[in-house]
């Protein structure tokens, strides 16, 4: 890739977010990182993410592209209002919710 990397935001770091988090790292692509569980985040910083605290302080660092990998829409819909007037200062080019579907029945 030549130019400026992107910088991402990632919002979900279990199961699926993590390891595509670290698929980007490995690409040297800057990801700032936030998951309601903490410690679930925390590893990747190892990996040269940046976790950050709240959805808030997420999007305060501008990313350009936001991915959200969560169970379902609670686990980011209770923390969205302070995020909101975060991301009028700042608003990412594009989001993208990457979710699963249950095969329960």
């Known amino acids: 890739m030549t130019g400026p990397r992107p910088r991402v935001g990632w ?25 309601r569980t903490r410690a679930r985040a925390e590893p990747l910083a190892a990996d040269g993410a940046t976790v950050t605290g709240s ?24 923390r969205r209002r302070p995020a909101r007037a975060a991301s009028r200062r700042s608003s990412p080019t594009s989001a993208s919710s990457c979710g699963a579907t249950s095969t329960r029945a």
């Open 11 to 35: 919002i979900g770091t279990g199961e699926m977010g993590a390891p595509m988090c670290r698929r980007l790292l490995e690409n040297q692509v800057s990801v700032a990182v936030w998951n």
């Open 55 to 78: 959805i808030t302080e997420l999007a305060e660092l501008g990313a350009d592209l936001v991915f959200i990998t969560v169970t379902g829409s609670d686990d980011v819909l209770g």
